[in-house]
Nanobody, 123 residues
């Protein structure tokens, strides 16, 4: 089992950058694929990015490709999401998620998730 805690999000102007972190408990962190999802008010939760167990494979939603970057440090049990050139449409609650299987792009494929952190991008 793994517990996930996201770092505090924040308010940033359009075009700015923000880095989210996800700290995981448990000694088997490297056994999980980790992802990020987000949910904006009135919208469905959507896939943002995911990374494989060793970090060698990543996947991004088309809407963030080229702007966001996911990485992990298995020695520190952390995953980071670097978000650059933020847009107002990136405003959402961001969730860190984990699965013991191969990562997918639907929330139901993940077994664990954090409480979420608010990211607000002003225009």
């Amino acid at each position: 089992q793994v517990q996930l805690v996201e770092s505090e999000g924040g308010l940033v102007q359009a075009g700015g950058s923000l880095r989210l972190s996800c700290a995981a408990s448990g000694r088997t962190f490297s056994g999980y694929c980790i992802g990020w999802f987000r949910q904006a008010p009135g919208k469905e939760r959507e896939f943002v990015a995911a990374i494989s167990r060793a970090g060698g494979t990543t996947r991004y939603a088309d809407s963030v490709k080229g702007r966001f970057s996911i990485s992990r440090d298995n020695a520190k049990n952390t995953v980071s999401l670097q978000m650059n050139n933020l847009k107002p449409e990136d405003t959402a609650v961001y969730y860190c998620v984990a699965t013991g299987r191969w990562f997918g792009t639907t929330f139901a494929e993940y077994d664990y998730w954090g409480q979420g952190t608010q990211v607000t991008v002003s225009s």
